[in-house]
């Protein structure tokens, strides 16, 4: 089983709907969760942060759940703009150990 | 200024030749990374430094890749006999809990 994984899609949804990505991990132990978006040719960005409590920052929401070891990320009403990759990050340890774990991306085309 | 900056941001080279990139990373971040990506694929790591220590690096690298963080501030990683499947974008990243990533060196290897 790989570390972090996420279904590479692409998910083609129109403008205005809702969409959910998933990401699975394996290491129960994991310590921080991050969703970061990547548009073509560019570096990644960091999106949102994912607390136990789960966030939400304008029409995205980022929950986790240590149960079932994922993190989703849920984009309401979107946009054009909002089409892009997006990548899962899982930090699984604490300390000096802090290497982040990258799952392959999700790919997104809002289309008109 | 104050986000990861990476030198140069394109490189063409001969196959053969040794090649040297450059990572600025945020001045108060500790840690800092650098991963190498291919077009539809996501970071594939390469190797992590905390400060000054190299603390890992990936087995996919082969004995060609180097990297170094002399005083925990900048980073360079250096590709010696560069082959055509080293091809990429090579990225930096520096966090302290989140990471930042530069905008990357795209290397061309003809």
């Known amino acids: 089983r790989k570390e972090v994984e996420q279904d590479p899609g692409p998910f083609n949804v129109p403008e205005g709907a809702t969409v959910a990505f998933n990401c699975t991990y394996s290491?129960?132990?994991?310590?921080?969760f991050f969703w970061y978006r990547q548009d073509c040719r560019k570096e990644p960005k960091l999106l949102m942060s994912v607390y136990s409590s789960g966030n939400e920052d304008g029409r995205f929401t980022a929950q986790l759940n240590r149960a079932s070891q994922y993190i989703s990320l849920l984009i309401r009403d979107s946009k054009l703009s909002d089409s892009a990759t997006y990548l899962c990050?899982?930090?699984?340890?604490?300390?000096?150990?802090?290497?982040?774990?990258w799952g392959l991306g999700t790919s997104l085309a809002v289309n008109p | 200024d104050t986000g990861v900056s990476q030198d140069p941001r394109h490189k063409i080279t001969k196959r053969g030749q040794n090649v040297t990139f450059r990572c600025d990373p945020i001045?108060?971040?500790?840690?800092l990374y650098w991963y190498r990506q291919t077009l539809g694929q996501g970071p594939e790591f390469l190797t992590y430094?905390?400060?000054?220590?190299?603390?890992?690096k990936s087995r996919l690298l082969s004995d060609r890749f180097s990297a170094e963080r002399p005083k925990g501030s900048f980073s360079t990683l250096e590709i010696q006999r560069t082959e055509q499947g080293d091809s990429a974008m090579y990225l930096c990243?520096?966090?302290?809990?989140?990471?930042?990533f530069g905008q990357g060196t795209r290397l061309t290897v003809v």
């Open positions: 430094f905390q400060n000054e220590a190299q603390l890992e």
């Open positions: 290491n129960s132990a994991s310590q921080s």
């Open positions: 990243a520096s966090s302290d809990s989140e990471a930042f």
């Open positions: 001045s108060e971040h500790n840690r």
């Open positions: 990050v899982v930090q699984p340890g604490a300390g000096n150990n802090r290497k982040l774990i």
